[in-house]
């Protein structure tokens, strides 16, 4: 390139510089010409861990938005058994553009930490939910957060594929800030495209068996995107995908039933009264709790969010903690059942260690390291600032106005399904899930029961016809695989509580990857109601038990 040519080039680029910080638009407009990287990674080493990975781990980028420049991020870590056919496991978030690095640290593995509160206080035993690698809870320093190896992953049965869904969700992006306009249905559509591409370049994970799971708001979308990726391998849509069935964790629906479930189920465990109860059933029905209709209704939804807000929603046993972005509150979120304690543009205060939300203020300061972008591939100039989660106003359209459809239909077509549930989780309690998959009305292949760990039981479960089982899990909140406690308290409960975590994840893979025949005996299932209220029936009796 002749001297004159390199300058036009130069001059080309501050012109396109100059006209993208000029632009109103200019926090998520990106610059024309973006710095490249790789559109695949091999990751060698992670900050923070040392020692080598257990397994390869590959991050990227997929387009999925030709005419807007976006681009969906993943983490892909290759199972450390038999990547070649153990099962392949496509997971999404939850939440509002919540990064899928929440669930490769905090969501899927144990993590077992311990160490002493600042005031000296005996140690507590956090059993967070991780990933293969987990941060270590102990006092940031300033540098990069220390990473340790988690054992307990469940990349030691399956590879696993993490998301970050939809465009703007963590290192996801999109050149044209018209791209981050997106909703239920835009963004699984994207993903299915993302799905097709992945595998289009990654041949040699077709023939192993495809399974998608996600939690809270992803489950929502988690059965829609199976159904589109069914539609595809049904019409021989290449590549053709070896699709097994999902699972979904405390998941919404979209229904009413979900919100309907909050108040039963607070008045089941105690936190509201009788009184006040009653009072709800009686004046606001089962219509829209964020929209009482009359001042009676209004004032008892008021009363029961303050008494709400007395505990940690998410879960009901846990420390209840500052959120990450404090702001007012009128009460409302807490009406507004598949909203999520989100993070904002902005450095998070600090939590105390023995609070839920601490790992979330440490993954801030890992993911936005230079050294972590660098060795994830991350393209310079599409992400200024990674955040957990946003509440900055990026528009989104909730545009499924129900999953329980996706559910009957993918059910009914052969496709292995788990439903399960946190007894303690009281954003998506599991008395509306509950209600919700009896509403399919398949007949009862193993009933009600419990399942144990060490004589003990773990949760419960029923399985229907159809391939599909509902479990619950005691002790555990909105994310399924998470449970703090004080060892100064109750110190027999450790070996208990995280076998019953182990345990559950094995369950769960076994109940999911496992190809062997479902029990052959039917039982005639009762005749379930399609709505909530045969549910509520004995509700405080059933929670108590948990």
Not at 118 to 141: F, H, N, Q, S, W
Not at 148 to 171: C, E, H, Q
Not at 325 to 334: A, E, H, M, N
Not at 339 to 349: F, Q, W, Y
Request: proline content about 7%; charged content about 20%; some cysteine.
């Amino acid at each position: 390139m002749s001297l004159r040519l390199r300058l036009a080039f130069r001059l080309l680029c501050c012109y396109c510089l100059l006209l993208a910080a000029a632009h109103p638009s200019s926090r998520r407009l990106l610059p024309l010409l973006v710095v490249s990287a790789a559109e695949r990674t091999n990751v060698a080493s992670l900050p923070g861990l040392d020692g080598a990975l257990p397994s390869r781990f590959e991050t990227g980028y997929v387009t999925v938005d030709e005419e807007n420049g976006g681009e969906l991020f993943y983490y892909f870590i290759e199972s450390e058994g038999d990547p070649g056919a153990d099962p392949v496991l496509l997971w999404i978030n939850g939440g509002n553009r919540c990064s899928v690095l929440s669930a490769l640290f905090f969501e899927i593995g144990e993590n077992l930490n311990h160490h002493r509160s600042p005031a000296g206080a005996p140690p507590l035993t956090r059993l967070c939910a991780a990933g293969p690698v987990k941060l270590a809870i102990e006092p940031y320093d300033g540098g990069v957060p220390r990473l340790r190896y988690n054992p307990y992953t469940w990349t030691k049965v399956a590879s696993v594929l993490f998301v970050d869904s939809p465009v703007g969700a963590g290192f996801s992006f999109s050149r044209d800030p018209r791209g981050y306009d997106v909703g239920d249905v835009s963004s699984t559509l994207q993903l299915t495209k993302f799905v097709n591409k992945w595998f289009s370049q990654h041949r040699e994970f077709l023939s192993n068996p495809l399974y998608v799971g996600g939690e809270s708001y992803a489950g929502k979308l988690v059965p829609f995107l199976v159904q589109k990726i069914s539609e595809d391998v049904e019409a021989g849509v290449k590549p053709v995908l070896n699709l097994k069935g999902y699972l979904v964790g405390n998941p919404g629906t979209g229904e009413s039933i979900d919100y309907e479930s909050k108040v039963p189920y607070a008045h089941g465990v105690g936190i509201i009264s009788d009184q006040l109860y009653e009072t709800i059933l009686e004046h606001c029905g089962r219509e829209d709790y964020a929209n009482p209709k009359n001042a009676t209704c209004a004032q008892a939804l008021n009363r029961f969010s303050e008494l709400m807000g007395e505990v940690s929603e998410a879960h009901i046993l846990y420390k209840k903690c500052i959120y990450v972005s404090p702001k007012p509150d009128d009460g409302t979120i807490r009406r507004k059942i598949l909203e999520e304690i989100v993070v904002g543009n902005h450095r998070p205060p600090r939590p105390p260690m023995d609070c839920s939300t601490y790992p979330n203020y440490l993954s801030y300061f890992w993911a936005n390291s230079n050294n972590t972008r660098e060795n994830l591939g991350i393209k310079k100039g599409t992400v200024d600032e990674w955040v957990r989660c946003h509440d900055d106003g990026l528009p989104y359209s909730q545009d499924i106005e129900s999953s329980i459809k996706y559910h009957q239909n993918l059910t009914s077509r052969g496709y292995r399904v788990l439903v399960y549930s946190g007894d303690h989780d009281s954003v998506v309690p599991f008395l509306g899930t509950q209600a919700w998959v009896r509403s399919l009305n398949y007949p009862i292949v193993d009933d009600w029961r419990a399942w144990h760990i060490d004589g003990q039981s773990a949760g419960f479960t029923i399985t229907y016809a159809n391939d599909l089982t509902f479990a619950t899990v005691k002790l555990i909140g909105k994310n399924t695989f998470s449970i703090l406690i004080y060892l100064s308290v109750a110190i027999t409960a450790v070996s208990v509580s995280v076998s019953v975590a182990i345990t559950f994840r094995i369950l769960v893979v076994v109940a999911l990857l496992s190809q062997g025949p479902p029990p052959s005996a039917l039982v005639t299932a009762p005749t379930p109601e399609a709505r909530l209220g045969s549910s509520t029936a004995g509700a405080r009796r059933r929670v108590a038990s948990g």
